[in-house]
């Protein structure tokens, strides 16, 4: 199979794009990315794009499968607005790309607690990305609500890593163990073997980690 990875410079998108290079299941992956990467492999297509005009890239988007995990945060991106271009608009954009040319299965990386009606911010724009990716015509979508994530220790910001201590200490109790963070890494070997998967729903949603 022929992978597309969408966001494969961050810390879910290159386990990933690893996982899939060393997966003999897929004979070609081809990632999207803004900026140069430092990475070389006989099956990795590297596509440097401006995604301000995705457009233009579309002939670009074939293969067999979209593995999408672009993301930011308010903080990186510099305001709401600009949160939204990433976490909505770019990926929407992308995955109707996809869907037009025939890509036939979708896996997104959501969040937990995504829901359009949210009243805060983050989950809301998670959530109504999910509604709108829903409605395109691939053969099937799965879609992840992890938790909390734990990056790689490098990568994490100090924030992240208040968060991950806080709930690993609060699940410890047995309480609220959907709540309990997933390593990147995890997540990225489960959007994989289900995508592999022989059972391929036309929607699935994956939100129960333990």
């Not at 959501?110 to 805060?120: C, E, M, Q, V």
């Amino acid at each position: 199979m022929h992978a597309l990875v969408l966001g494969g410079t961050g810390s879910c998108g290159q386990e990933i794009v690893k996982l899939l290079l060393n997966d003999s299941h897929f004979t070609k992956v081809s990632i999207f990315v803004r900026r140069k990467v430092d990475l070389e492999h006989e099956k990795l297509n590297i596509h440097l794009i401006n995604f301000s005009r995705l457009n233009e890239y579309k002939d670009l988007v074939n293969g067999d499968i979209l593995f999408s995990a672009l993301g930011t945060t308010k903080r990186d991106a510099g305001s709401k607005e600009k949160q939204f271009l990433v976490d909505y608009t770019y990926q929407y954009e992308f995955a109707k790309m996809a869907s037009d040319n025939g890509v036939f299965h979708y896996s997104l990386v959501s969040s937990l607690g995504a829901n359009k009606n949210s009243l805060f911010f983050y989950p809301k724009i998670k959530g109504e990305l999910e509604e709108s990716v829903k409605l395109l015509p691939f053969n099937t979508i799965q879609i992840f609500q992890p938790p909390s994530l734990i990056r790689h220790t490098e990568l994490m910001r100090a924030a992240e890593k208040v968060s991950v201590k806080f709930f690993n200490r609060l699940t410890s109790f047995g309480v609220l163990k959907i709540l309990k963070p997933l390593h990147v890494k995890d997540l990225s070997i489960k959007m994989i073997n289900e995508a592999k998967s022989s059972q391929l729903d036309k929607i699935k949603m994956f939100s129960n980690w333990r």
